[in-house]
């Protein structure tokens, strides 16, 4: 199924939580990428098909500031992206070289980019907030990716965060982090999450009225039969 404008309205509806709880549903339990959070708090829900990019460790001949200029490199992945694509960046984790920074973030908001999804940091942490690209992250750190990685590819499969993404898979994220949803499930996931928010908005309001939890949540057979009798009033 094609991520369509539809599609991406209704997952902006979805907190990853739940999209969590129903891939789990269908099996699938490594789906939220590790260590990326919020860089700036409050970013809204977002929703796009996944642009990857690839690092792998720094070697000395590679990485180095001329690589910059290389036609495989950051810049070059950056001309590359759609509008409304989410670039979710294999960092393998390291923490003391920023992948990006100001001027790169800035020309991936003017591309239209909605995100920016990383396992690793960004660097020039003040302007790269000031450009208003959404950044998930592990935190921030003032030297180059070239002092720790090299860059090697975009567009192909990659582990980001623990997590295997593949592009154009889904990716979900807010304030919990992001969640992948693999391209093929898409339909079936769209058709199931809805109703799983809504279930659980039910079963807050019986909460607030101060229902016990046991036979609630999860619901038992008299508890389901209440919910179904609501959805129909």
């Known amino acids: 199924?094609?991520?369509?404008?539809?599609?991406?309205?209704?997952?902006?509806?979805?907190?990853?939580?739940?999209?969590?709880?129903?891939?789990?549903?269908?099996?699938?339990?490594?789906?939220?990428?590790?260590?990326?959070?919020?860089?700036?708090?409050?970013?809204p829900r977002l929703v796009g098909p996944a642009f990857t990019l690839r690092f792998v460790p720094a070697r000395e001949d590679l990485a180095t500031p001329a690589s910059w200029a290389s036609p495989i490199s950051t810049r070059a992945a950056i001309e590359a992206m759609p509008e409304g694509c989410i670039a979710v960046v294999d960092s393998m984790g390291v923490t003391d070289a920023g992948i990006f920074g100001d001027i790169l973030c800035a020309r991936m908001q003017k591309r239209g980019v909605a995100?920016?999804?990383?396992?690793?940091?960004?660097?020039?942490?003040a302007g790269v907030l000031d450009t208003n690209?959404?950044?998930?992250?592990?935190?921030?750190?003032?030297?180059?990716?070239?002092?720790?990685?090299?860059?090697?590819?975009?567009?192909?499969?990659?582990?980001?965060?623990?997590?295997?993404?593949?592009?154009?898979?889904?990716?979900?994220?807010?304030?919990?982090?992001?969640?992948?949803?693999?391209?093929?499930?898409?339909?079936?996931?769209?058709?199931e999450a809805s109703e799983q928010e809504r279930m659980e908005a039910w079963i807050m309001t019986k909460v607030d009225e101060?229902?016990?939890?046991?036979?609630?949540?999860?619901?038992?057979?008299?508890?389901k039969a209440l919910y179904e009798a609501s959805k129909a009033k």
């Open 1 to 43: 199924m094609t991520l369509t404008a539809e599609a991406i309205e209704t997952l902006k509806t979805v907190s990853t939580a739940t999209l969590t709880t129903v891939l789990l549903k269908k099996g699938l339990r490594n789906v939220w990428i590790r260590g990326a959070t919020p860089l700036r708090p409050g970013q």
């Open 115 to 125: 995100a920016l999804i990383t396992d690793g940091v960004v660097r020039d942490v």
């Open 133 to 191: 690209l959404p950044v998930w992250c592990r935190g921030v750190a003032a030297p180059p990716s070239v002092a720790g990685l090299t860059f090697v590819a975009w567009q192909e499969p990659i582990g980001c965060g623990g997590v295997a993404v593949f592009p154009n898979d889904i990716i979900v994220v807010d304030q919990d982090g992001a969640v992948l949803i693999p391209a093929a499930l898409l339909e079936a996931v769209l058709a």
């Open 210 to 223: 101060g229902a016990s939890l046991p036979g609630l949540y999860p619901m038992n057979a008299e508890t």
